[in-house]
Protein backbone atom coordinates (compact mmCIF):
# COMPACT_ATOMS: atom_id res chain seq x y z
CA UNK A 1 0.00 0.00 0.00
CA UNK A 2 3.17 2.22 0.40
CA UNK A 3 4.03 2.11 -3.34
CA UNK A 4 1.78 4.66 -4.15
CA UNK A 5 2.76 7.49 -1.72
CA UNK A 6 4.82 9.36 -4.31
CA UNK A 7 1.81 10.22 -6.44
CA UNK A 8 0.48 12.42 -2.71
CA UNK A 9 2.34 15.69 -4.38
CA UNK A 10 1.62 15.25 -8.20
CA UNK A 11 -2.06 14.97 -8.26
CA UNK A 12 -1.96 18.89 -6.77
CA UNK A 13 0.39 19.44 -9.67
CA UNK A 14 -1.32 17.56 -12.33
CA UNK A 15 -4.57 20.00 -11.58
CA UNK A 16 -2.44 22.86 -11.10
CA UNK A 17 -1.56 22.34 -14.89
CA UNK A 18 -4.86 22.28 -16.14
CA UNK A 19 -6.76 25.10 -14.21
CA UNK A 20 -3.57 27.49 -15.63
CA UNK A 21 -4.26 26.62 -19.21
CA UNK A 22 -7.76 25.84 -19.09
CA UNK A 23 -9.09 27.75 -16.17
CA UNK A 24 -11.06 30.38 -17.44
CA UNK A 25 -12.90 28.29 -20.11
CA UNK A 26 -13.96 26.39 -17.63
CA UNK A 27 -17.44 27.02 -15.65
CA UNK A 28 -17.25 27.61 -11.32
CA UNK A 29 -18.99 24.12 -10.38
CA UNK A 30 -15.93 22.49 -12.69
CA UNK A 31 -13.29 24.51 -11.27
CA UNK A 32 -14.26 23.71 -7.77
CA UNK A 33 -14.26 20.01 -8.13
CA UNK A 34 -11.39 19.76 -9.70
CA UNK A 35 -9.40 21.30 -7.34
CA UNK A 36 -11.03 20.13 -4.10
CA UNK A 37 -10.93 16.38 -5.30
CA UNK A 38 -7.21 16.80 -6.22
CA UNK A 39 -6.36 17.23 -3.12
CA UNK A 40 -8.60 15.23 -1.32
CA UNK A 41 -7.51 12.64 -3.56
CA UNK A 42 -4.01 13.12 -2.53
CA UNK A 43 -5.41 12.97 1.40
CA UNK A 44 -6.90 9.55 0.44
CA UNK A 45 -3.62 8.43 -0.36
CA UNK A 46 -1.78 9.97 2.46
CA UNK A 47 -3.85 7.67 4.46
CA UNK A 48 -3.41 4.45 2.62
CA UNK A 49 0.32 5.33 2.89
CA UNK A 50 -0.12 5.77 6.88
CA UNK A 51 -2.05 2.62 7.04
CA UNK A 52 1.07 0.87 4.89
CA UNK A 53 3.70 2.42 7.29
CA UNK A 54 2.46 1.44 10.05
CA UNK A 55 2.68 -2.70 9.08
CA UNK A 56 5.99 -1.92 7.62
CA UNK A 57 8.99 -2.48 10.50
CA UNK A 58 11.57 0.25 11.66
CA UNK A 59 14.45 -0.60 9.70
CA UNK A 60 12.60 -0.55 6.51
CA UNK A 61 12.60 3.48 7.52
CA UNK A 62 12.62 5.53 5.46
CA UNK A 63 10.70 4.27 2.42
CA UNK A 64 11.94 6.11 -0.95
CA UNK A 65 11.00 6.13 -4.19
CA UNK A 66 13.62 7.23 -6.82
CA UNK A 67 11.82 8.68 -10.22
CA UNK A 68 14.99 9.84 -11.63
CA UNK A 69 18.50 11.38 -11.38
CA UNK A 70 17.44 15.34 -11.65
CA UNK A 71 21.29 17.12 -11.04
CA UNK A 72 24.26 15.06 -12.19
CA UNK A 73 27.62 17.77 -11.84
CA UNK A 74 31.03 15.60 -11.07
CA UNK A 75 30.88 13.41 -8.20
CA UNK A 76 27.46 15.52 -6.92
CA UNK A 77 23.88 13.89 -7.40
CA UNK A 78 20.58 15.14 -6.68
CA UNK A 79 18.01 12.51 -7.64
CA UNK A 80 13.96 13.61 -7.62
CA UNK A 81 13.00 11.22 -5.35
CA UNK A 82 10.66 11.51 -2.11
CA UNK A 83 10.27 9.74 1.01
CA UNK A 84 7.64 8.04 3.58
CA UNK A 85 8.51 7.92 7.05
CA UNK A 86 6.47 9.09 10.11
CA UNK A 87 7.75 13.08 9.84
CA UNK A 88 6.53 12.90 6.45
CA UNK A 89 3.42 11.45 7.07
CA UNK A 90 1.77 13.29 9.60
CA UNK A 91 3.29 16.43 7.49
CA UNK A 92 1.14 15.08 4.37
CA UNK A 93 -1.65 14.40 6.58
CA UNK A 94 -1.77 18.02 7.73
CA UNK A 95 -1.01 19.56 4.02
CA UNK A 96 -3.89 17.34 2.54
CA UNK A 97 -6.18 17.43 5.07
CA UNK A 98 -7.21 20.85 6.51
CA UNK A 99 -5.89 21.94 2.84
CA UNK A 100 -8.44 20.12 1.63
CA UNK A 101 -11.05 21.92 4.07
CA UNK A 102 -10.37 24.74 2.88
CA UNK A 103 -10.36 24.18 -0.30
CA UNK A 104 -14.59 23.37 0.56
CA UNK A 105 -14.69 26.68 2.32
CA UNK A 106 -12.91 28.73 -0.22
CA UNK A 107 -16.00 27.41 -2.69
CA UNK A 108 -17.81 29.33 -0.79
CA UNK A 109 -15.80 32.25 0.18
CA UNK A 110 -14.45 33.31 -3.19
CA UNK A 111 -17.81 32.70 -4.95
CA UNK A 112 -18.05 35.65 -6.41
CA UNK A 113 -14.63 36.86 -6.93
CA UNK A 114 -14.14 37.43 -10.89
CA UNK A 115 -10.41 35.44 -10.67
CA UNK A 116 -11.88 32.39 -9.25
CA UNK A 117 -9.79 29.88 -11.13
CA UNK A 118 -6.63 31.77 -10.61
CA UNK A 119 -7.05 31.54 -7.34
CA UNK A 120 -7.80 27.72 -7.34
CA UNK A 121 -4.82 27.37 -9.43
CA UNK A 122 -2.21 29.31 -6.73
CA UNK A 123 -4.05 26.94 -3.71
CA UNK A 124 -3.50 24.12 -5.62
CA UNK A 125 -0.14 25.38 -6.59
CA UNK A 126 0.71 25.66 -2.75
CA UNK A 127 -0.18 22.54 -2.46
CA UNK A 128 2.14 20.68 -4.46
CA UNK A 129 5.17 23.14 -3.16
CA UNK A 130 4.33 22.41 0.26
CA UNK A 131 4.23 18.45 -0.58
CA UNK A 132 7.20 18.60 -1.97
CA UNK A 133 8.64 20.37 0.77
CA UNK A 134 7.70 17.59 3.27
CA UNK A 135 8.21 14.36 1.23
CA UNK A 136 11.58 15.10 -0.33
CA UNK A 137 14.33 12.97 0.33
CA UNK A 138 17.09 15.57 0.12
CA UNK A 139 17.74 18.90 0.93
CA UNK A 140 17.60 20.23 -2.33
CA UNK A 141 14.76 19.10 -3.39
CA UNK A 142 13.45 20.52 -0.18
CA UNK A 143 14.88 23.47 -0.79
CA UNK A 144 12.77 23.42 -4.56
CA UNK A 145 9.36 23.31 -1.98
CA UNK A 146 11.03 26.03 0.35
CA UNK A 147 11.28 28.20 -2.61
CA UNK A 148 7.92 27.09 -3.97
CA UNK A 149 5.32 27.84 -1.08
CA UNK A 150 7.55 31.09 -1.18
CA UNK A 151 6.37 31.92 -4.17
CA UNK A 152 2.66 30.59 -3.73
CA UNK A 153 2.87 32.96 -0.68
CA UNK A 154 3.43 36.34 -2.42
CA UNK A 155 0.91 35.22 -5.44
CA UNK A 156 -1.57 34.54 -2.99
CA UNK A 157 -1.48 37.71 -0.15
CA UNK A 158 -0.93 39.74 -3.62
CA UNK A 159 -4.10 38.03 -4.69
CA UNK A 160 -6.13 41.20 -4.70
CA UNK A 161 -3.10 43.31 -6.37
CA UNK A 162 -5.67 46.08 -7.38
CA UNK A 163 -4.81 47.07 -3.95
CA UNK A 164 -1.91 48.86 -2.72
CA UNK A 165 -1.38 47.19 0.42
CA UNK A 166 -2.02 43.66 -0.71
CA UNK A 167 0.56 43.82 -3.43
CA UNK A 168 3.00 45.80 -1.13
CA UNK A 169 2.49 43.21 1.56
CA UNK A 170 3.03 40.56 -1.01
CA UNK A 171 6.25 42.03 -2.13
CA UNK A 172 7.46 42.58 1.57
CA UNK A 173 6.99 38.74 1.91
CA UNK A 174 9.03 38.14 -0.95
CA UNK A 175 11.59 40.21 -0.09
CA UNK A 176 11.86 39.19 3.62
CA UNK A 177 11.27 35.07 2.75
CA UNK A 178 14.76 35.82 0.30
CA UNK A 179 16.71 37.03 3.00
CA UNK A 180 16.43 33.95 5.43
CA UNK A 181 16.35 31.91 2.34
CA UNK A 182 19.82 33.12 1.33
CA UNK A 183 21.06 31.88 4.95
CA UNK A 184 19.37 28.68 4.08
CA UNK A 185 20.79 27.89 0.73
CA UNK A 186 24.18 28.59 2.24
CA UNK A 187 23.86 26.14 5.17
CA UNK A 188 22.76 24.02 2.06
CA UNK A 189 26.27 24.27 0.47
CA UNK A 190 27.77 23.58 3.96
CA UNK A 191 25.76 20.27 4.16
CA UNK A 192 26.88 19.30 0.43
CA UNK A 193 30.61 20.39 0.92
CA UNK A 194 30.87 18.11 4.68
CA UNK A 195 28.61 15.41 3.51
CA UNK A 196 28.62 15.11 -0.55
CA UNK A 197 25.12 14.06 -0.55
CA UNK A 198 21.94 15.95 0.04
CA UNK A 199 20.09 12.88 1.04
CA UNK A 200 18.74 13.26 4.49
CA UNK A 201 20.14 9.58 5.57
CA UNK A 202 22.96 10.31 4.30
CA UNK A 203 22.74 13.48 6.42
CA UNK A 204 22.13 11.49 9.82
CA UNK A 205 25.08 8.94 8.84
CA UNK A 206 27.51 11.61 8.36
CA UNK A 207 26.33 13.27 11.37
CA UNK A 208 26.43 9.66 13.44
CA UNK A 209 29.93 8.69 12.12
CA UNK A 210 31.56 12.04 13.49
CA UNK A 211 32.20 13.26 9.83
CA UNK A 212 30.48 16.94 10.70
CA UNK A 213 32.20 18.28 14.03
CA UNK A 214 30.38 20.06 16.45
CA UNK A 215 31.33 23.57 15.26
CA UNK A 216 30.54 22.55 11.74
CA UNK A 217 27.21 21.27 13.01
CA UNK A 218 26.29 25.02 14.89
CA UNK A 219 27.44 26.77 11.64
CA UNK A 220 24.94 24.76 9.63
CA UNK A 221 21.91 24.70 11.94
CA UNK A 222 22.26 28.36 12.43
CA UNK A 223 22.44 29.06 8.87
CA UNK A 224 19.18 26.89 8.32
CA UNK A 225 17.42 28.56 11.86
CA UNK A 226 17.56 31.74 10.28
CA UNK A 227 16.09 30.47 6.54
CA UNK A 228 13.52 29.33 9.40
CA UNK A 229 13.14 32.40 10.51
CA UNK A 230 12.01 33.67 7.48
CA UNK A 231 9.25 31.07 6.51
CA UNK A 232 8.35 30.40 10.17
CA UNK A 233 7.78 34.57 10.79
CA UNK A 234 9.88 34.37 14.23
CA UNK A 235 12.32 36.96 15.07
CA UNK A 236 14.02 39.22 13.37
CA UNK A 237 12.19 38.26 10.47
CA UNK A 238 8.51 38.23 11.58
CA UNK A 239 7.36 41.41 10.04
CA UNK A 240 6.13 39.93 6.90
CA UNK A 241 2.86 37.67 8.47
CA UNK A 242 0.63 40.71 10.12
CA UNK A 243 0.64 42.05 6.14
CA UNK A 244 -0.18 38.64 5.00
CA UNK A 245 -3.57 39.45 5.98
CA UNK A 246 -4.15 41.23 2.85
CA UNK A 247 -4.52 37.77 0.99
CA UNK A 248 -8.31 36.22 0.96
CA UNK A 249 -9.12 34.58 4.46
CA UNK A 250 -8.82 31.20 3.61
CA UNK A 251 -5.17 31.74 2.26
CA UNK A 252 -4.92 33.25 5.85
CA UNK A 253 -5.95 29.92 7.18
CA UNK A 254 -3.87 27.43 4.76
CA UNK A 255 -0.58 29.23 4.13
CA UNK A 256 -0.32 31.31 7.32
CA UNK A 257 -1.70 29.42 10.47
CA UNK A 258 -1.82 25.51 9.14
CA UNK A 259 1.10 24.65 6.30
CA UNK A 260 4.12 26.95 4.79
CA UNK A 261 4.77 28.93 8.44
CA UNK A 262 5.27 25.26 10.06
CA UNK A 263 8.02 24.66 7.44
CA UNK A 264 10.24 25.85 9.80
CA UNK A 265 9.55 23.55 12.77
CA UNK A 266 9.33 21.05 10.02
CA UNK A 267 12.88 21.22 8.65
CA UNK A 268 14.38 21.86 12.11
CA UNK A 269 12.71 18.20 13.01
CA UNK A 270 13.65 16.78 10.18
CA UNK A 271 17.21 17.89 10.77
CA UNK A 272 16.89 17.02 14.95
CA UNK A 273 20.26 14.77 14.73
CA UNK A 274 22.13 18.43 13.47
CA UNK A 275 20.65 20.49 16.11
CA UNK A 276 20.87 17.74 19.06
CA UNK A 277 24.81 17.60 17.76
CA UNK A 278 25.25 21.29 18.10
CA UNK A 279 23.69 22.38 21.97
CA UNK A 280 24.55 26.25 20.88
CA UNK A 281 22.40 26.05 18.01
CA UNK A 282 19.56 24.16 20.01
CA UNK A 283 19.85 27.33 22.45
CA UNK A 284 19.35 29.79 19.56
CA UNK A 285 16.25 28.24 18.37
CA UNK A 286 14.70 27.70 21.97
CA UNK A 287 15.85 31.39 22.90
CA UNK A 288 14.55 32.66 19.79
CA UNK A 289 11.20 30.90 19.71
CA UNK A 290 10.09 31.78 23.50
CA UNK A 291 11.22 35.59 23.33
CA UNK A 292 9.26 35.61 19.85
CA UNK A 293 6.14 33.48 21.55
CA UNK A 294 6.10 36.72 24.23
CA UNK A 295 6.99 39.25 21.85
CA UNK A 296 4.07 38.34 19.36
CA UNK A 297 1.54 37.86 22.07
CA UNK A 298 2.16 41.31 23.63
CA UNK A 299 1.30 43.13 20.05
CA UNK A 300 -1.49 41.08 20.10
CA UNK A 301 -2.95 42.87 23.07
CA UNK A 302 -3.80 45.92 21.42
CA UNK A 303 -4.95 44.48 18.01
CA UNK A 304 -8.39 45.65 16.77
CA UNK A 305 -8.24 44.16 13.12
CA UNK A 306 -9.70 40.39 14.03
CA UNK A 307 -7.36 38.67 11.33
CA UNK A 308 -4.46 41.01 13.10
CA UNK A 309 -4.80 39.66 16.19
CA UNK A 310 -4.92 35.64 15.12
CA UNK A 311 -1.83 36.60 13.15
CA UNK A 312 0.53 37.74 16.05
CA UNK A 313 -1.14 34.42 17.43
CA UNK A 314 0.40 32.26 14.97
CA UNK A 315 3.66 34.11 15.28
CA UNK A 316 3.52 33.40 19.25
CA UNK A 317 2.23 29.43 18.80
CA UNK A 318 5.24 29.12 16.11
CA UNK A 319 7.45 30.30 18.91
CA UNK A 320 6.13 27.32 21.27
CA UNK A 321 6.88 24.85 18.68
CA UNK A 322 10.57 26.01 18.28
CA UNK A 323 10.67 26.29 22.14
CA UNK A 324 9.99 22.19 21.73
CA UNK A 325 12.71 21.86 19.18
CA UNK A 326 15.13 24.04 20.82
CA UNK A 327 14.87 22.20 24.16
CA UNK A 328 15.22 18.25 22.26
CA UNK A 329 11.22 17.71 22.44
CA UNK A 330 11.25 17.62 18.69
CA UNK A 331 7.93 15.24 19.08
CA UNK A 332 6.11 17.91 21.26
CA UNK A 333 7.20 20.45 18.79
CA UNK A 334 5.51 18.44 16.06
CA UNK A 335 2.56 17.45 17.95
CA UNK A 336 1.81 21.32 18.95
CA UNK A 337 2.44 21.77 14.83
CA UNK A 338 -0.49 18.94 14.52
CA UNK A 339 -3.03 20.46 16.41
CA UNK A 340 -2.34 23.99 15.72
CA UNK A 341 -3.23 23.20 12.43
CA UNK A 342 -6.73 22.55 13.47
CA UNK A 343 -7.16 24.93 15.88
CA UNK A 344 -6.24 28.11 14.20
CA UNK A 345 -7.21 27.04 10.37
CA UNK A 346 -10.43 27.01 12.64
CA UNK A 347 -10.26 30.60 14.04
CA UNK A 348 -9.27 32.08 10.72
CA UNK A 349 -11.75 30.31 8.83
CA UNK A 350 -14.18 31.49 11.86
CA UNK A 351 -13.24 35.12 11.54
CA UNK A 352 -13.86 34.96 7.55
CA UNK A 353 -17.54 33.68 8.20
CA UNK A 354 -17.91 36.91 10.72
CA UNK A 355 -16.22 39.06 8.09
CA UNK A 356 -19.27 37.42 5.60
CA UNK A 357 -21.95 37.87 7.88
CA UNK A 358 -20.34 41.93 7.97
CA UNK A 359 -19.55 42.55 4.39
CA UNK A 360 -16.32 42.66 4.66
CA UNK A 361 -15.71 44.62 8.07
CA UNK A 362 -12.95 43.32 10.45
CA UNK A 363 -12.69 45.52 12.89
CA UNK A 364 -13.37 44.41 16.29
CA UNK A 365 -14.93 47.79 17.54
CA UNK A 366 -17.74 47.55 15.01
CA UNK A 367 -18.67 44.23 15.79
CA UNK A 368 -20.29 42.85 19.38
CA UNK A 369 -23.27 40.75 20.38
CA UNK A 370 -23.07 38.18 17.28
CA UNK A 371 -23.33 35.28 19.20
CA UNK A 372 -27.10 35.85 18.19
CA UNK A 373 -26.46 36.60 14.67
CA UNK A 374 -23.74 33.57 14.05
CA UNK A 375 -25.26 30.66 16.09
CA UNK A 376 -23.06 28.30 14.27
CA UNK A 377 -19.82 30.33 13.57
CA UNK A 378 -19.59 31.09 17.53
CA UNK A 379 -19.41 28.12 19.16
CA UNK A 380 -17.18 26.88 16.36
CA UNK A 381 -14.90 29.97 16.95
CA UNK A 382 -15.22 29.42 20.91
CA UNK A 383 -14.03 25.95 20.60
CA UNK A 384 -11.24 27.04 18.81
CA UNK A 385 -10.32 29.91 21.01
CA UNK A 386 -10.17 27.62 24.16
CA UNK A 387 -8.31 24.99 22.43
CA UNK A 388 -5.61 27.79 21.80
CA UNK A 389 -5.73 28.94 25.19
CA UNK A 390 -4.74 25.23 26.67
CA UNK A 391 -8.14 24.51 28.79
CA UNK A 392 -8.42 21.20 29.45
CA UNK A 393 -9.01 18.75 27.31
CA UNK A 394 -8.79 20.22 24.27
CA UNK A 395 -6.13 19.53 21.45
CA UNK A 396 -3.96 22.82 22.34
CA UNK A 397 -3.88 21.92 26.02
CA UNK A 398 -2.11 18.25 25.47
CA UNK A 399 0.78 19.76 23.17
CA UNK A 400 1.03 23.32 24.84
CA UNK A 401 1.26 21.14 27.89
CA UNK A 402 4.16 18.62 26.28
CA UNK A 403 6.61 21.56 24.97
CA UNK A 404 6.29 23.43 28.94
CA UNK A 405 6.54 20.13 30.35
CA UNK A 406 9.70 19.48 28.60
CA UNK A 407 11.12 22.82 28.83
CA UNK A 408 10.96 22.42 32.35
CA UNK A 409 12.37 19.27 32.82
CA UNK A 410 15.43 20.09 30.50
CA UNK A 411 16.53 22.91 32.85
CA UNK A 412 15.58 25.57 31.16
CA UNK A 413 13.63 27.31 33.34
CA UNK A 414 13.75 30.87 32.07
CA UNK A 415 12.19 29.70 28.68
CA UNK A 416 9.56 27.64 30.70
CA UNK A 417 8.67 30.97 32.35
CA UNK A 418 8.30 33.12 28.92
CA UNK A 419 6.11 30.15 28.07
CA UNK A 420 4.28 30.39 31.05
CA UNK A 421 4.00 34.04 30.65
CA UNK A 422 2.68 33.29 26.69
CA UNK A 423 0.00 31.19 28.15
CA UNK A 424 -1.37 33.83 29.94
CA UNK A 425 -1.49 36.55 26.89
CA UNK A 426 -2.47 34.23 24.73
CA UNK A 427 -6.04 33.62 26.77
CA UNK A 428 -6.62 37.12 27.25
CA UNK A 429 -5.90 38.14 23.41
CA UNK A 430 -8.01 35.16 22.38
CA UNK A 431 -10.97 35.93 24.72
CA UNK A 432 -10.80 39.78 24.43
CA UNK A 433 -11.13 38.81 20.91
CA UNK A 434 -14.19 36.49 21.76
CA UNK A 435 -16.08 38.99 23.79
CA UNK A 436 -15.32 42.44 21.77
CA UNK A 437 -17.01 40.08 18.80
CA UNK A 438 -19.41 37.88 19.85
CA UNK A 439 -20.53 39.49 23.55
CA UNK A 440 -21.62 42.81 24.56
CA UNK A 441 -23.74 45.67 23.18
CA UNK A 442 -23.86 45.47 19.11
CA UNK A 443 -21.86 47.98 17.64
CA UNK A 444 -22.68 47.52 13.94
CA UNK A 445 -24.13 50.22 12.05
CA UNK A 446 -28.34 49.96 10.64
CA UNK A 447 -27.26 49.13 7.59
CA UNK A 448 -24.37 46.28 8.44
CA UNK A 449 -27.17 44.45 11.07
CA UNK A 450 -29.90 43.98 8.67
CA UNK A 451 -27.69 41.59 6.35
CA UNK A 452 -25.93 39.66 8.90
CA UNK A 453 -26.35 35.98 8.06
CA UNK A 454 -24.52 32.66 8.38
CA UNK A 455 -22.34 32.09 5.36
CA UNK A 456 -23.48 28.99 3.20
CA UNK A 457 -22.90 24.83 4.20
CA UNK A 458 -19.56 24.88 1.88
CA UNK A 459 -18.19 27.28 4.70
CA UNK A 460 -20.03 26.31 7.97
CA UNK A 461 -19.48 22.33 7.41
CA UNK A 462 -15.20 22.90 6.88
CA UNK A 463 -16.06 24.59 10.43
CA UNK A 464 -17.59 22.14 12.50
CA UNK A 465 -15.17 19.46 11.34
CA UNK A 466 -12.65 21.17 12.34
CA UNK A 467 -13.88 22.22 16.15
CA UNK A 468 -14.60 18.77 16.01
CA UNK A 469 -10.60 17.75 15.45
CA UNK A 470 -9.95 20.49 17.71
CA UNK A 471 -11.47 18.81 20.32
CA UNK A 472 -10.22 15.27 20.00
CA UNK A 473 -6.88 15.63 17.78
CA UNK A 474 -5.15 15.71 21.43
CA UNK A 475 -6.03 12.21 22.42
CA UNK A 476 -3.29 10.60 20.65
CA UNK A 477 -0.69 12.34 22.28
CA UNK A 478 -1.24 11.93 26.15
CA UNK A 479 0.87 12.98 28.76
CA UNK A 480 2.86 10.58 31.43
CA UNK A 481 0.29 10.93 34.31
CA UNK A 482 -2.91 10.13 32.22
CA UNK A 483 -0.80 6.87 31.31
CA UNK A 484 2.77 5.70 30.83
CA UNK A 485 1.70 4.20 26.88
CA UNK A 486 -0.85 7.09 25.62
CA UNK A 487 1.73 8.92 23.97
CA UNK A 488 0.87 7.47 20.57
CA UNK A 489 2.45 10.43 18.51
CA UNK A 490 5.52 10.46 20.64
CA UNK A 491 6.18 6.88 19.73
CA UNK A 492 5.35 7.27 16.35
CA UNK A 493 7.60 9.81 15.55
CA UNK A 494 10.43 7.69 17.79
CA UNK A 495 11.96 6.10 14.97
CA UNK A 496 12.54 9.27 13.15
CA UNK A 497 13.06 11.75 15.81
CA UNK A 498 16.02 11.45 18.34
CA UNK A 499 14.68 11.18 21.64
CA UNK A 500 15.52 13.92 24.52
CA UNK A 501 17.26 12.76 27.28
CA UNK A 502 15.49 15.18 30.04
CA UNK A 503 15.54 14.71 33.70
CA UNK A 504 12.57 12.76 34.43
CA UNK A 505 10.26 13.98 36.65
CA UNK A 506 8.30 12.91 39.26
CA UNK A 507 4.36 12.30 38.73
CA UNK A 508 3.23 15.01 41.24
CA UNK A 509 6.17 17.63 39.92
CA UNK A 510 4.27 16.84 36.35
CA UNK A 511 0.48 17.33 37.79
CA UNK A 512 1.89 20.99 39.39
CA UNK A 513 3.56 21.75 36.21
CA UNK A 514 -0.27 21.24 34.62
CA UNK A 515 -2.22 23.09 36.90
CA UNK A 516 -0.07 26.03 37.05
CA UNK A 517 -0.58 25.80 33.31
CA UNK A 518 -4.36 25.31 33.02
CA UNK A 519 -4.48 28.41 36.29
CA UNK A 520 -2.63 30.67 34.15
CA UNK A 521 -5.03 30.50 31.21
CA UNK A 522 -7.41 30.76 33.22
CA UNK A 523 -6.59 33.93 34.62
CA UNK A 524 -5.90 35.21 31.26
CA UNK A 525 -9.84 34.15 30.57
CA UNK A 526 -11.01 35.87 34.01
CA UNK A 527 -9.02 39.18 33.14
CA UNK A 528 -10.33 39.21 29.46
CA UNK A 529 -13.52 38.93 31.06
CA UNK A 530 -13.69 41.56 33.96
CA UNK A 531 -11.46 43.68 31.25
CA UNK A 532 -14.56 43.61 28.51
CA UNK A 533 -17.52 42.27 30.17
CA UNK A 534 -18.27 43.20 33.65
CA UNK A 535 -16.17 46.58 33.62
CA UNK A 536 -15.34 47.77 30.21
CA UNK A 537 -14.03 50.99 31.16
CA UNK A 538 -10.33 49.74 32.93
CA UNK A 539 -9.01 48.83 29.31
CA UNK A 540 -9.63 52.93 28.69
CA UNK A 541 -8.21 54.30 32.21
CA UNK A 542 -5.22 51.57 31.51
CA UNK A 543 -4.61 53.40 28.11
CA UNK A 544 -5.48 56.81 29.76
CA UNK A 545 -2.75 56.03 32.09
CA UNK A 546 -0.28 54.22 30.62
CA UNK A 547 -0.13 55.97 27.05
CA UNK A 548 3.44 55.28 26.13
CA UNK A 549 3.20 51.20 26.90
CA UNK A 550 -0.09 51.06 24.55
CA UNK A 551 1.19 53.15 21.53
CA UNK A 552 4.12 51.17 21.59
CA UNK A 553 2.05 48.28 21.26
CA UNK A 554 -0.45 49.13 18.92
CA UNK A 555 2.24 50.37 16.75
CA UNK A 556 4.02 46.76 16.89
CA UNK A 557 7.37 48.15 18.72
CA UNK A 558 7.52 50.41 15.72
CA UNK A 559 9.75 48.14 14.46
CA UNK A 560 8.49 48.50 10.58
CA UNK A 561 9.24 52.31 10.95
CA UNK A 562 13.24 50.85 12.48
CA UNK A 563 13.93 48.56 9.48
CA UNK A 564 12.54 51.04 7.10
CA UNK A 565 14.72 53.78 8.92
CA UNK A 566 18.18 51.45 8.96
CA UNK A 567 17.30 49.07 5.85
CA UNK A 568 14.25 50.21 3.22
CA UNK A 569 14.85 53.75 2.87
CA UNK A 570 18.88 53.61 2.89
CA UNK A 571 19.14 50.62 0.40
CA UNK A 572 16.41 52.94 -1.79
CA UNK A 573 18.23 55.62 -1.72
CA UNK A 574 22.14 54.44 -2.16
CA UNK A 575 20.21 52.53 -5.14
CA UNK A 576 18.64 55.88 -6.58
CA UNK A 577 22.14 57.55 -5.98
CA UNK A 578 24.08 54.85 -7.37
CA UNK A 579 21.47 54.79 -10.39
CA UNK A 580 21.77 58.33 -11.00
CA UNK A 581 26.18 58.60 -10.02
CA UNK A 582 27.11 55.88 -11.32
CA UNK A 583 24.89 54.35 -13.49
CA UNK A 584 23.61 56.88 -15.44
CA UNK A 585 27.09 59.03 -15.91
CA UNK A 586 29.92 55.84 -15.84
CA UNK A 587 27.91 52.44 -17.13
CA UNK A 588 25.55 54.64 -19.39
CA UNK A 589 28.49 56.88 -20.19
CA UNK A 590 30.96 54.54 -20.85
CA UNK A 591 28.31 53.13 -23.36
CA UNK A 592 27.44 56.07 -25.48
CA UNK A 593 31.03 57.66 -25.42
CA UNK A 594 31.90 53.85 -26.92
CA UNK A 595 29.33 55.05 -29.80
CA UNK A 596 30.17 58.61 -29.72
CA UNK A 597 33.82 58.33 -30.37
CA UNK A 598 32.53 55.69 -33.33
CA UNK A 599 30.68 57.90 -34.45
CA UNK A 600 33.77 60.51 -34.49
CA UNK A 601 36.44 58.35 -35.93
CA UNK A 602 33.49 57.02 -39.03
CA UNK A 603 33.00 60.87 -40.02
CA UNK A 604 36.62 61.19 -40.12
CA UNK A 605 36.63 57.53 -42.08
CA UNK A 606 33.77 58.74 -44.18
CA UNK A 607 36.30 61.56 -45.92
CA UNK A 608 38.21 58.67 -47.68
CA UNK A 609 35.60 56.84 -48.76
CA UNK A 610 33.53 59.09 -51.28
CA UNK A 611 33.41 56.43 -54.05
CA UNK A 612 34.54 58.82 -56.73
CA UNK A 613 37.22 57.80 -58.74
CA UNK A 614 39.52 60.98 -59.13
CA UNK A 615 39.34 61.03 -54.82
CA UNK A 616 40.74 57.69 -55.02
CA UNK A 617 42.97 58.66 -57.85
CA UNK A 618 44.39 61.22 -55.54
CA UNK A 619 44.70 59.48 -52.82
CA UNK A 620 47.06 57.29 -54.48
CA UNK A 621 49.16 59.11 -56.10
CA UNK A 622 49.79 61.11 -52.70
CA UNK A 623 50.66 57.34 -51.82
CA UNK A 624 52.99 56.80 -54.50
CA UNK A 625 54.90 60.69 -53.92
CA UNK A 626 55.28 59.51 -50.19
CA UNK A 627 56.72 56.11 -50.72
CA UNK A 628 59.36 57.32 -53.57
CA UNK A 629 59.78 60.32 -50.69
CA UNK A 630 60.97 57.90 -47.90
CA UNK A 631 62.69 55.98 -50.61
CA UNK A 632 64.91 58.80 -51.91
CA UNK A 633 65.29 60.59 -48.61
Wanted: hydrophobic residues 55%; positive net charge.
Amino acid sequence: MTDIFWLIPFIPAMSTLILAIFGQKLPKKYISFQACFAVFASFIISVISLVGLLQTSHESYPLVKNLFSWIHAGSFKADLSFQLDPLSAVMALVVTGVGFLIHVYSVGYMANDKSYSRYFTYLNLFTFAMLILVMSSNVVLMFVGWEGVGLCSYLLIGFWFEKHSAANAGKKAFIVNRIGDAAFIIGIFFILIYVGSGEFTAINSAISGGAITQGVATLIAVLLFVGATGKSAQIPLYVWLPDAMEGPTPVSALIHAATMVTAGVYMVSRMNLLYTLSVDAAQVVAVVGAVTAIYAATMALTQNDIKRVLAYSTISQIGYMFIGCGVGAYAAGMFHLYTHAFFKSLLFLAAGSVMHALSGELDMRKMGGLRKYLPLTYPTFLIGAIAISGIPFLSGFFSKDAILTHAFASGQYFVWALGILGAVLTAFYMFRLIFLTFHGKERMTPEVKKHIHEPPPAMTVPLVILAFFSIVAGFIGLPVVFGKNLNWFGHFLEPVIKKSHEAHLTLGTEWLLIIISVAVALIGILIAYIFYIKKPQIPHSLVARFPFIYKLLYNKYYVDEIYNATFVNPTIKGSELIYDKFDLKVIDGAVNGTASSASFFGKILSYFQTGLIKDYALIFLLGAILFIAYLLF
